[in-house]
């Protein structure tokens, strides 16, 4: 018996197409989100704590609920029964929330109740616990579903589906009207179809917005993304494979010495010249150092960035280079990481890694990346575990400039731990490194 859950907006189970009649009393929803959610199986006594403590009997409310829930879910082994709670749904079982948190943005963005909130309409009274837990996974969950429509807006860009990007971003403009990046991911989808007088009407509309609302004006890049070219509908330019080679280095070059702008330009002129060529591993890696640099060198130009990176995905894949889609992946997985967007950062940092094979260097790279994100949240001693190994793998490849970037990583976490001499050691090595490197925009 295959089972879909679906929390998100109104609360309903389904089993095998038919759908469950719903329990008797709220508080069975809320069991059931709870055990949803939860990272690891709560105790009963961590549920009548949570849901069931104001009760006549609140050992019997909750064995009362977890049979409502076991009746709703279709058996006694969906729950189990013993002194840890957990659900025990049958294979092939969908439950909305995991797909939001552990699916592919595609998926993620076909659920119903995407735009909704968590167990829309159940209210539980009595449980202040559960109500701040509940609070904040809305918030959460809702943050979430904003990461998805952008991730799945950027990926119909770089598959050339304007007007499915265009439909997504208004969505993502729907739950977040105030966002600037939603706003610039929607004018640039605009510019995707080649609607011109679209483009100019949504620009005036979001910038009108800004104005009435804050009072401010919008970023530069929103202007910028009216005005870029979209990669279906690009011009003719000159060329070929040798000069989106050339444009590529230079563009590289340019970059690493600090003249980000510049180099900018040379890897745009690169990423076109080589689709006209028609030379996919050449675009796969122009689009990749453009996306590279506009996410770490060019401050605030992180749409324009993962838009590239998405169109180094779909363009690496289909040359089947799993090295530069792995690279990618691991650069969309540090952007969610600058946003503080955990959850689907680590999904972009798993696929990379399984798309790494193996590779020392592009492991390195991952760990240091896994390494911060694990600082951030305060998980330290696993920051230094993953950091140290990133290290240790740049070291056995001999490559400075990313041995230069795990040090400074691992320095950066001795700092915020307040461990000032091992802070100092690592930093200075780095700091070296990237001198030799001559990698200026590190420095």
């Known amino acids: 018996m ?8 109104p609360p309903v189970v389904t089993r095998d197409g038919v759908v469950s009649t719903a329990p008797r009393g709220q508080k069975v929803w809320a069991l059931l989100a709870y055990l949803a959610l939860s990272r690891r199986p709560p105790t009963r006594q961590q549920l009548i704590e949570l849901l069931f403590q104001d009760a006549g009997d609140p050992a019997g409310t909750l064995r009362w609920n977890l049979s409502e829930l076991r009746r709703l879910l279709g058996g006694p082994e969906t729950v189990g029964n013993s002194s840890t709670v957990h659900l025990r749904l049958p294979g092939g079982s969908v439950v909305d929330v995991h797909v939001l948190q552990h699916g592919t943005a595609g998926a993620a ?13 159940v209210s539980v009274d009595g449980s202040p616990g559960f109500t701040a837990w509940l609070l904040g996974e809305r918030r959460r969950l809702r943050a979430l579903g904003g990461a998805v429509l952008r991730e799945a807006a950027l990926r119909a860009l770089a598959a050339d589906r304007g007007r499915e990007a265009v439909e997504l971003a208004t969505r993502l403009v729907g739950t977040d009207p105030l966002s600037e990046d939603a706003h610039v991911l929607l004018v640039r989808a605009f510019a995707a179809t080649g609607d011109e007088v679209a483009v100019e009407a949504q620009l005036h509309t979001s910038v009108d917005l800004f104005h009435r609302e804050l009072g401010t004006d919008l970023a530069p890049e929103l202007y910028e993304a009216a005005r870029t070219e979209p990669w279906s509908v690009a011009p003719t330019r000159a060329g070929g494979r040798a000069s989106a080679r050339a444009s590529l280095e230079s563009g590289e070059a ?9 180099g900018v330009r040379a890897l745009r002129d690169a990423a076109v010249a080589a689709r006209e060529a028609k030379e996919p591993a050449l675009e796969a890696a122009a689009q990749l150092a453009l996306g590279s640099a506009l996410v770490h060198a060019a401050k605030g130009r992180d749409e324009e960035g993962s838009a590239a990176l998405h169109r ?10 799993r090295q530069r889609e792995a690279a990618a992946h691991r650069e969309l997985g540090y952007v969610e990481l600058l946003r503080g967007d955990y959850a689907r950062g680590t999904v972009w940092l798993e696929h990379a890694a399984s798309l790494a094979d193996g590779d020392e260097l592009e492991m390195s790279r991952i760990r240091s990346v896994v390494g911060s994100a694990f600082s951030d949240v305060g998980r330290h001693d696993q920051a230094a575990v993953e950091l140290r190994a990133a290290i240790d793998l740049a070291e056995s490849v001999g490559h400075g ?15 915020i731990r307040d461990e000032l001499d091992e802070a100092e050691e690592a930093l200075t090595a780095a700091r070296r490194l990237t001198e030799a490197e001559r990698w200026t925009t590190f420095i």
């Open 312 to 321: 180094a995905i779909a363009v690496a894949g289909a040359a089947r280079d």
């Open 254 to 262: 340019a970059v690493s010495a600090g003249a980000v702008e510049v």
């Open 401 to 415: 400039r990313q041995l230069a970037w795990a040090l400074a990583c691992l320095g950066r976490t001795h700092l």
């Open 2 to 9: 295959v089972s879909i859950v679906q929390l998100l907006g």
């Open 109 to 121: 963005a076909e659920l119903p109740g995407l735009d909704r909130e968590l167990i829309e309409g």
